[in-house]
Nanobody, 124 residues
């Protein structure tokens, strides 16, 4: 069993930065990790994914060049550095884990574990 706990959300002005963390407990060897977000009334949206080794990384076009996903397997933690934030980035951000491979095309339903989410609000 794997538990995921996100942190680092908050309120920030447009153009600002935030760094989200997702701490995993349990055995996460060979799990790909991903970040999603969900705004009110919207479907959960893929943001970024990273393989176990960190050698494969995927981003949604909407965040490419502004967000960076990374992981520290020694700390069982995955990060999402968010720069140049926009009001449209406002959402609840979730981390997810999938054993094996996760890409930008991996359906939400195929992820094995989810965190509880952390709110990110970007004011204009």
């Amino acid at each position: 069993q794997v538990q995921l706990v996100e942190s680092g959300g908050g309120l920030v002005q447009a153009g600002g930065s935030l760094r989200l963390s997702c701490a995993a407990s349990g055995r996460t060897f060979n799990y790909a990790m991903a970040w999603f977000r969900q705004a009110p009334g919207m479907e959960r949206e893929f943001i970024a994914a990273i393989s176990w080794s960190g050698g494969s990384i995927y981003y949604a076009d909407s965040v490419k060049g502004r967000f960076t996903i990374s992981r520290d397997n020694a700390k069982n933690t995955v990060y999402l550095q968010m720069n140049s934030l926009k009001p449209e980035d406002t959402a609840v951000y979730y981390c997810a884990a999938r054993r094996g491979v996760a890409t930008m095309g991996t359906p939400v339903a195929l992820y094995d574990y989810w965190g509880q989410g952390t709110q990110v609000t970007v004011s204009s």
